[in-house]
């Protein structure tokens, strides 16, 4: 069974309370759009305000697009601001 590890950052880290997990890629589909809904589900109001707007890096490549495909690895990051 193949695993995807998924670090999460900032506001993710705080709606997942914690940094890392690894899930098994067949839980989390094969998608950005299905990691982002099965993180909503799990994590609940915080993780879909977070992921509204915030992006997702995989391995390296920031992925905005739900068909795009996962990975090994995913970085969860919230919107950003400053200047």
């Not at 999460?8 to 709606?15: E, T, V």
């Not at 920031?62 to 090994?72: E, I, K, N, T, Y």
């Amino acid at each position: 069974m193949e695993s995807l590890t998924v670090r999460y950052f900032a506001a993710a880290a705080d709606a997942t309370g914690v940094e890392e997990e690894t899930l098994a890629l067949d839980a989390v589909g094969s998608t950005v759009g299905e990691l982002r809904d099965l993180l909503v589900d799990r994590y609940g109001a915080a993780m879909a305000r977070v992921v509204a707007n915030g992006s997702f890096l995989v391995d390296g490549v920031v992925q905005r697009d739900a068909s795009a495909p996962l990975g090994s690895s995913v970085d969860v990051l919230p919107p950003f601001s400053g200047g």
